[in-house]
């Protein structure tokens, strides 16, 4: 309740501050989660037109990128002391006319009540504490979401009621940011590229290598080749992965190689990509990449990918695990959440194929 204490205290200069506000008829976006989250308010950021936004520094990559963003702030920067949450606070107080709150933590709470904005609209969901309710008397309206809500479409709500998932298209970096020094072996034309992610920022969310091997076991009668995403931190994983499927000569590894304002392009250039529920599948999904969600104990109602996707869930197990309730530890084994039975199994092998008629009548033949 900090923050509540810290927003009575600068109440007064806040009311004091409003007489003297000028229109500036300047957005503000704050929505501090990661890099899934960071694309699915994308499409708010292209109604908008233009923002500044309060964002983690984890999706400062992409969002440096973003033709739709001017000055972004990130909230690692403005958190470590209470002098630091006051400047950022007296920052934005007199600034925007528009407050757009898509994350509302007791942080995120506590600087769209700081601003004196004619219009601010605040997300309002099912983890929404009694003490919270001073922070929404500020807000102009709200915009209710729920486990079965989809986060993406109450996020353009935010700012039209009338608006869907439909209105905007997701992107990544806009416009698409091509690096000069994307790996070569990606734009190869031979072969069914297949990136996938063998982690997720969640680790509880991990797909467990006897999975992948099963998986590459089914498609192993198509021309394949698997390209590993991710960041150095995740090589351990992949040599586990290596020590269950043993040497593969069908797998890329891009680990540590692909910055990741420069993933999206990369991504662009696969056929499919198969994953948790993660960022890269949300980054592949804004490239019209088709997508194999393999998602565990996520609430797939909630938040998944939007376009050409199979949704592939555990059987019999509910979801346990959801945007913002989001969960570290589950009761069932990690083999039991991302079970790929035959029939899943068949269901990947038949949703790959119909999509490379051609290359899945070659016969396999790699280099």
């Known amino acids: 309740m900090n923050y509540v204490l ?11 501050l409003k007489l003297v506000q000028k229109k500036t008829a300047r957005n503000l976006v704050i929505q501090t989660a990661k890099i899934g989250d960071f694309v699915n308010i994308t499409p708010l950021l292209s109604h908008l037109k233009h923002s500044d936004a309060l964002l983690s520094r984890s999706v400062a ?4 990128h973003d033709a739709t963003l001017d000055e972004i702030f990130y909230i690692e920067e403005h958190k470590s002391s209470t002098l630091s949450k006051l400047k950022l606070a007296f920052t934005l107080m007199n600034r925007y006319e528009n407050i757009y709150l898509l994350q509302p933590n007791n942080a995120n709470l506590f600087f769209a009540a700081c601003c004196n904005a004619d219009n601010k ?10 003490y919270q309710q001073l922070f929404y008397l500020t807000a102009s309206g709200t915009v209710e979401h729920t486990k079965t809500t989809l986060t993406l479409e109450n996020y353009l709500k935010l700012a039209d009621r009338s608006l869907t998932r439909a209105s905007y298209p997701k992107h990544a970096t806009l416009p698409l940011l091509k690096p000069q020094d994307t790996p070569g072996e990606i734009f190869r034309t031979d072969r069914i590229k297949i990136g996938i992610s063998i982690s997720a920022g969640n680790q509880a969310k991990t797909i467990p290598p006897a999975i992948w091997k099963r998986l590459f076991e089914r498609l192993s009668d198509l021309p394949c080749l698997f390209y590993v995403f991710g960041s150095p931190e995740e090589l351990p994983r992949l040599n586990a992965l290596y020590e269950a499927v043993g040497n593969a000569d069908n797998m890329v590894n891009l680990i540590g190689k692909v910055s990741l304002e420069g993933l999206p392009w990369a991504i662009s250039n696969m056929d499919f990509y198969v994953a948790s529920d993660s960022g890269n599948v949300y980054i592949a999904d804004s490239q019209n990449v088709p997508v194999i ?14 376009g050409d996707v199979l949704l592939i869930g555990p059987n019999h197990i509910s979801p346990s695990s959801f945007v913002f309730h989001a969960l570290y530890a589950f009761n069932h084994p990690v083999e039991q959440l991302f079970e790929l039975d035959p029939q899943k199994l068949d269901d990947i092998y038949h949703f790959i194929s119909a999509r490379s008629p051609l290359l899945a009548q070659e016969k396999k033949t790699l280099p």
């Open 61 to 64: 990559p992409l969002a440096r």
């Open 121 to 130: 609209q605040f997300l309002s969901m099912y983890r929404r504490k009694w």
């Open 293 to 306: 969600l393999i998602y565990g104990p996520c609430c797939v109602e909630e938040q998944r990918p939007l």
């Open 6 to 16: 810290l927003f009575i205290l600068l109440l007064p200069l806040k009311l004091a």
